[in-house]
């Protein structure tokens, strides 16, 4: 029996794919590898393809035997996909039709969804409840939405499934082997690296005028690794018998970009260039988990602290300045 991993050459694919193989685990990845690195998932079992193809998926499934799977194949860019909304559709709704489609003729009926806390837009109160309304503000968003509603109606068919909504993973690998790559990436770790090293002209800070202690925006910023866990939990609360839900996946406190770039400046021992500019539209001023369902269900909680982030993101990024 062996697990299938979608998307498991991406960031955080790749680290769970990596937390599967040290748990001894049999696993196997599918990747396009339009946005996935293949040497980051070392010697797993590797299939290049796309998930919409279904006899490709029969292959697999016939081949290694899969029980059950995390699906993390998606387009993710929020401008694009306002820009291409049908590309992003037709892969991430389409798609994940058509990899249920041949996970149920192939008989896996377990499978863990890569959601996101986009799907809560701009949320009314802090810190964001599972009860509270999916209200997506980007198509990117929308799509996860569906995803996860599509997801949901499923065990009425013999498909049980976890939606983890996590929030803004970062860091990478505790032996700094595998990490973010910022030439793919507008998230705000990679980018305050790049900043620092030299690699880009300043960070934009967009906006210090929300009503925050220090002005700026406010995550919940959660370790890569930590996410990997996330996912492998709800594998085994699945293979216990567990039934569909959706839950959110943060560390429960809140951090501002100015607290990030103070914690970056104590651990590379230089300074952020940054400046400050206009908000951006539609941005909130703080958005954070409640974790206590994922604690309570999956018996998950961080245990990595956003200095632990950033050190390994550093860690990671600086090697770029010697290469």
Avoid at 140 to 146: H, I, L
Avoid at 189 to 199: E, N, R, T, Y
Wanted: charged share 20%; proline share 4%; aromatic share 8%.
């Amino acid at each position: 029996m062996a697990v299938l991993v979608t998307g498991g050459a991406g960031y955080i694919g790749s680290h769970t794919v990596r937390l599967l193989a040290q748990q001894q685990r049999e696993v196997v990845v599918l990747d396009s590898l339009e946005l996935g690195t293949k040497s980051r998932i070392g010697s797993v079992p590797f299939f290049e393809g796309n998930i919409s193809d279904e006899k490709l998926i029969e292959k697999i499934c016939t081949k290694h035997n899969i029980d059950e799977v995390i699906h993390f194949a998606a387009y993710k860019a929020v401008g694009e996909s306002m820009e291409q909304p049908l590309r992003y559709y037709n892969n991430n709704v389409a798609g994940t039709i058509n990899l249920v489609r041949a996970l149920l003729a192939n008989g896996v009926d377990r499978l863990v969804f890569s959601s996101s806390a986009a799907v809560y837009g701009n949320p009314s109160s802090v810190p964001v409840t599972e009860d509270s309304p999916m209200q997506p503000e980007s198509v990117y968003a929308e799509t996860k939405a569906v995803m996860e509603r599509f997801l949901s109606s499923c065990e009425a068919i013999g498909m049980r499934t976890v939606s983890l909504r996590y929030f803004n993973a970062a860091g990478a690998s505790s032996d700094s082997s595998i990490g973010e790559d910022w030439s793919m990436s507008q998230n705000l770790v990679p980018l305050v690296m790049k900043a620092i090293l030299g690699f880009s002209g300043p960070l934009n800070v967009f906006g210090n005028d929300y009503p925050t202690p220090d002005g700026t925006c406010i995550r919940d910023y959660i370790h890569v690794e930590d996410l990997a866990d996330a996912h492998i939990k709800a594998l085994d609360y699945l293979a216990t018998g567990g039934k569909s839900l959706a839950c959110n996946v943060g560390t429960g406190k809140g951090t501002s970009v100015l607290e990030v770039l103070d914690i970056a400046e104590q651990v590379s021992g230089r300074k952020v260039p940054h400046v400050i500019t206009q908000r951006r539209p539609g941005d909130p001023s703080a958005v954070f988990a409640d974790p206590t369902l994922v604690r309570a269900l999956l018996g998950w909680k961080a245990t990595h602290d956003l200095r632990d982030i950033i050190s390994s993101a550093w860690n990671w990024h600086s090697k770029a300045e010697n290469n």
